[in-house]
């Protein structure tokens, strides 16, 4: 452990390998970026991309980088980085590795929000982000009233989440049902989870909310955060008020993971996997919340590249590669804890 401390009196702890992990998870997910911004029917060299993203590039240049395809690529590192994130914190909370929104339902509230709007509306980007906000938000809210203020940790938050997830994706069938046939097929690819198409207002929301809670979890609850993985009496004993921390940072990762899925569906497990790779590469305890955001921005920014590059003359929606490489991820999970006797 690292401590840095400010002339003004302020100090700042880190882990030397946790902090290198997350810069080199950083300038993957960045180096993939200007990869991805190159390519295309209109090929760039990395150099060009990046000579264009400083605003010295040729007219044309500016259009496709800036206009078209820079979007998309923010879009993906902002949505990666939300998921990541949120995972982080929901595995630290329920202390379980399969703590994601994926599993608690959270997704699937957002997705329930996000199908209303579509299917009552038909109303744009600001409307179907306020609409996963208040599906995610709800869902949060049903789901730490059905757990109990002592239960919203560990196995039973994970059992309710199931349950409840079971019943939305009930809710959102039904819905896609009693919509218009062009208002049910944009619903069915945003449910698949897709980056295509996407602009400033639909990345907006997600990097707002980053850089307005972002600090607050890192910084203003991380070290309670740590606190609370060592159990409530503990982290009581430690001066933690434990029922305000918690509160706070399950409504920051169901916001996160809401916004999120407002600007690119329900990414399939990448909140789930970020979080376990970040802290094997890491090899330390504790949440690790800013390499598992790092991580998942490098993930979705990669899985976004295989997508459009796997298959020539034909683009697969990105939830398609998350859900087939966080899938296979789930069952070795889902083994290697069987073997430990976790469960």
């Known amino acids: 452990m690292t401590v840095i401390r400010t002339p003004g009196g302020l100090s700042f702890r880190f882990r030397a390998r946790a902090l290198a992990v997350a810069a080199a998870c950083l300038a993957v997910a960045l180096g993939t970026g ?12 990395p150099a060009d991309v990046v000579r264009t993203l400083l605003g010295q590039g040729t ?14 690529v923010a879009a993906a590192l902002a949505v990666g980085a939300a998921l990541g994130l949120a995972g982080a914190i929901f595995q630290s909370l329920v202390r379980n590795p399969l703590g994601s929104p994926d599993i608690l339902g959270f997704t699937q509230g957002a997705a329930s929000g996000v199908l209303a709007v579509i299917v009552l509306t038909g109303a744009g980007s600001a409307a179907v982000a306020a609409g996963a906000a208040g599906g ?3 869902t949060g809210l049903v789901v730490y009233a059905v757990a109990g203020r002592h239960g919203a940790h560990g196995q039973r938050l994970i059992l309710v989440g199931i349950g409840v997830a079971a019943i939305l994706t009930g809710v959102n069938g039904y819905l896609l049902t009693q919509a218009r046939i062009t208002d049910a097929a944009r619903a069915v690819l945003w449910l698949t989870g897709s980056l295509d198409g996407r602009d400033w207002s639909d990345t907006a929301p997600v990097l707002i909310a980053l850089a307005v809670l972002g600090p607050l979890v890192l910084v203003g609850c991380g070290r309670a955060l740590r606190m609370l993985e060592m159990g409530d009496d503990a982290a009581h004993g430690l001066g933690v008020p434990i029922e305000r921390v918690r509160l706070i940072m399950l409504a ?21 996997t970020a ?31 295989v997508a459009q590059r796997a298959f020539p003359g034909h683009q697969l929606p990105v939830g398609v590669v998350t859900g087939l490489l966080g899938g296979g991820y789930l069952v070795w999970l889902l083994v290697t804890e069987r073997k430990t006797g976790r469960i």
């Open 34 to 45: 200007v990869l991805l911004i190159g390519s295309g029917d209109f090929p760039m060299s």
């Open 59 to 72: 007219p044309a240049d500016s259009l496709i980088v800036n206009q078209i395809r820079l979007p998309r």
């Open 136 to 138: 995610g938000l709800a």
């Open 252 to 272: 920051a990762a169901v916001l996160l993971t809401s916004l999120a899925a407002a600007a690119a569906g329900p990414v399939a497990f990448v909140a789930l």
């Open 275 to 305: 979080p376990q790779l970040a802290r094997r590469l890491t090899r330390t305890t504790g949440p690790n919340l800013l390499p598992a955001a790092c991580m998942g921005a490098a993930l979705l920014v990669a899985a976004d590249w």
